[in-house]
């Protein structure tokens, strides 16, 4: 069973470059969400989706866009890449209802020089 | 305020030890509540749910209080294999999507 996959593992970005980073699940889970973990701070979430053409903002949105045009993917875009973007991100994807289980991708490591 | 506050730790317990991790939220209109463990470099996976009533899973016992807005998670009979990080997750959100806030993990360090 593949789960949820993220692609690209590793990254390193010059400061200005764009990225994609992908995520895929093939578990039909209506919900997918974009995290990223810095050393002390936990998950951040930066963005959600609820649905195929659904998507809001989480707690630290700025510098990144998303969208959701399929059940299955959920791309994170990276528009000019800041060294400040610097993290470990991950992908989750969960069914509906308040007491389901998240599912992660294995994270993409991202440096931006 | 952070909406979800662990104590990071490290907590370092000898095998066999019982360990306890706090965690408060501050939203009260959080619905549910999980602890999720973490390893070193991969991704977080589901331990546990927490219920208003406590649960329990082999040596894992949560609790929940919403009064105090706090939860809690004991560990009997650590093994080598525990160490890990804990992450206490809470689900925010009005009827359908359940946005998760993670707190920021306690880290456990269980030693022979």
């Known amino acids: 069973n593949a789960g949820v996959t993220q692609t690209p593992k590793f990254q390193v970005l010059k400061t200005g470059q764009s990225m994609t980073l992908q995520c895929a699940q093939d578990?039909?889970?209506?919900?997918m969400s974009w995290y990223r973990q810095d050393p002390g701070m936990g998950l951040r979430l930066i963005h959600y989706?609820?649905?195929?053409?659904?998507?809001d903002q989480g707690e630290v949105p700025n510098g990144y866009n998303v969208s959701r045009s399929t059940t299955e993917d959920f791309p994170l875009r990276l528009l000019s890449a800041a060294p400040s973007q610097t993290s470990v991100y991950f992908c989750?994807?969960?069914?509906?209802?308040?007491?389901?289980?998240?599912?992660f991708g294995q994270g993409t490591r991202l440096t931006v020089v | 305020r952070k909406e979800v506050e662990q104590d990071p730790g490290p907590f370092n317990v000898p095998e066999g030890a019982t360990v306890a991790f706090n965690c408060t939220y501050s939203?009260?209109?959080?619905?549910?509540f999980f602890w999720y463990r973490q390893d070193c470099r991969k991704e977080p996976k589901l331990l546990m749910s927490?219920?208003?009533s406590g649960n329990e899973d082999g040596r894992f016992t949560a609790q929940l209080n919403r009064a105090s807005q706090y939860i809690s998670l004991l560990i009997r009979d650590s093994k080598l294999s525990d160490s890990a990080t804990y992450l206490c997750?809470?689900?925010?959100?009005?009827?359908?999507?359940?946005?998760?806030?993670f707190g920021a993990g306690t880290r456990l360090a269980v030693h022979p």
């Open positions: 989750a994807s969960r069914p509906h209802g308040t007491n389901t289980e998240a599912f």
């Open positions: 578990m039909n889970h209506e919900y």
């Open positions: 989706s609820v649905g195929a053409g659904i998507t």
């Open positions: 939203n009260s209109a959080s619905q549910s």
């Open positions: 927490v219920y208003s």
């Open positions: 997750v809470v689900n925010i959100g009005p009827g359908g999507y359940n946005k998760l806030i």
